[in-house]
């Protein structure tokens, strides 16, 4: 069964970093554009970013650019987020999300659980 | 940024009845060179993650019951589910997928009446 877990999640202070990893099982990464998509507490869904099958092509929300990173490292089957300065907003359930193909323009066809990520002193 | 709006925000609907989800997105989300909206609906109940019921405003994912049918183009888009059933209780989201920032309309909760 196609299956994507999140991992990495937790409590962080204001100004803080997290790294999210998306492990892949039961299909190839390298054919698919990859996305994370943020649900903040009793809020709606929210895409975060989306990279590229080569990872030469990244886009953000502007709420997290300059700010998150995201990458894949397609021999580990595994997507990440580098969350850096983290503010009380980045608060939320993230997750991970395949695309409907290789192209960026799909949609979120396969989604993980999610991983839950708390800003707060 | 294209906004996406949803009408209602919330619709009780009786068990066997038709539940009608409208969308609208602020720019067109129609490719002309392939004539497809690049328009989803999404399914997400509490403690589950989304699931994708519709792709290109009319595609329906594999294994989706065909009660769930999604039809419109440009802007305006309607998901209607043709006979309710309990496990239909959700909230609805209609995403564009069309430009970035990709951007969902804020959710339809629909519930029995």
């Known amino acids: 069964e196609v299956q994507l877990a999140e991992s990495g999640g937790g409590l962080v202070q204001p100004g803080g970093s997290l790294r999210l990893s998306c492990a892949a099982s039961?299909?190839?990464?390298?054919?698919?554009?990859m996305s994370w998509v943020r649900q903040a507490p009793g809020k709606g869904l929210e895409w975060v970013s989306t990279i590229s099958v080569s990872g030469d092509s990244t886009y953000y929300a502007d709420s997290v650019k300059g700010r998150f990173t995201i990458s894949r490292d397609n021999s580990k089957n595994t997507l990440y987020l580098q969350m850096n300065s983290l503010r009380a907003e980045d608060t939320a359930l993230y997750y991970c999300a395949k695309l409907t193909s290789a192209s960026c323009y799909g949609a979120f066809h396969i989604w993980g659980q999610g991983t839950v990520v708390t800003v707060s002193s | 940024d294209i906004v996406m709006t949803q009408s209602p925000d919330s619709l009780p609907v009786s068990l066997g009845e038709r539940a009608t989800i409208n969308c609208k997105s602020s720019q067109s989300v129609l490719y002309s060179s392939n004539n497809k909206s690049y328009l989803a609906w999404y399914q997400h109940k509490p403690g589950q993650p989304p699931k994708l019921l519709i792709y290109w405003a009319s595609t329906r994912e594999s294994g989706v019951p065909d009660r769930f049918t999604g039809s419109g183009s440009g802007t305006d888009f309607t998901l209607t589910i043709s006979s309710l059933q309990a496990e239909d209780v959700a909230v609805y989201y209609c995403?564009?997928?069309?430009?970035?920032?990709?951007?969902f309309g804020p959710g339809t909760k629909v519930d029995i009446k």
């Open positions: 995403q564009q997928h069309f430009s970035f920032p990709f951007t």
């Open positions: 039961a299909f190839t990464l390298t054919s698919y554009a």
